[in-house]
């Protein structure tokens, strides 16, 4: 069974770019949620996505965005790009909604701003 | 109220040593409490989760203690080997609609031969 898939694996932009990055989860799995890790910070929660709904976001500007498809693979977009956006997004996927269950994180896609 | 502190950043641990990695948490609405353990150029990925109403739970070499009147929790991992080292994070999670995992900042184990 495939896992969660993530593409580009690096992705370098200027600031002011816009960046577009992919997550296909895991078949059967409903639910994608994204994270930002930045050096030293851990993982900090940007977006989850349910039945092509957005259903939570994290602490982030508007210029994070994305969408679910209905095939549920994901997109996150960050506009306006600036240099602390540098940092490895995680895609995750589950099949559960309502009940806190495992996530399945990708490999992640290296976004270097410069 | 919705962070989770966890200590030490890092840790070095000898061979057979006994790792341990501490987390504390403040909104007490928390109900499931997992650790995740990711090793370089991968995602994280499970190791092993507890729910408020046991105190600890073990699983092969790793054990998570909760103790939930001081709202904190811990990895306990036995016998370390190298191939345990990794970056190990925990989380905490209500269950409810607006499921979402908060994680700590991480420890970046070492365990040496």
């Known amino acids: 069974e495939a896992g969660v898939t993530q593409s580009p694996t690096h992705l370098i932009k200027t600031r002011g770019q816009q960046a577009t990055l992919r997550c296909s989860p895991i078949?059967?799995?409903?639910?994608v949620y994204w994270y930002q890790q930045a050096l030293g910070l851990g993982l900090q929660f940007l977006l989850w996505?349910?039945?092509?709904?957005?259903?939570n976001r994290g602490n982030f500007p508007p210029r994070f965005s994305g969408r679910q498809f209905p095939n549920y693979s994901s997109e996150l977009n960050v506009n306006a790009l600036e240099l602390e956006d540098s940092a490895l997004y995680l895609c995750?996927?589950?099949?559960?909604?309502?009940?806190?269950?495992?996530?399945?994180f990708g490999e992640g896609s290296r976004l270097t701003v410069l | 109220q919705q962070q989770v502190k966890q200590s030490p950043q890092s840790l070095i641990v000898q061979k057979g040593g006994i790792s341990i990695i501490n987390c504390a948490y403040e909104?007490?609405?928390?109900?499931?409490f997992p650790w995740y353990q990711q090793f370089p150029g991968k995602g994280p990925a499970l190791l092993i989760a507890?729910?408020?109403?046991?105190s600890e739970k073990k699983e092969g070499r790793f054990t998570i203690s909760f103790n939930k009147s001081a709202k904190q929790f811990s990895l306990h991992i036995m016998d370390s080997q190298p191939g345990d080292s990794a970056t190990y994070f925990c989380?905490?999670?209500?269950?409810?609609?607006?499921?979402?995992?908060?994680f700590g900042s991480g420890t970046r184990l070492l365990v040496r031969p």
């Open positions: 995750a996927s589950s099949s559960g909604t309502r009940a806190a269950g495992e996530l399945f």
């Open positions: 996505y349910d039945e092509g709904e957005e259903r």
């Open positions: 078949s059967g799995h409903t639910s």
């Open positions: 507890i729910r408020p109403d046991v």
């Open positions: 989380a905490a999670s209500r269950m409810d609609s607006s499921y979402k995992l908060i």
């Open positions: 909104n007490t609405a928390f109900d499931y």
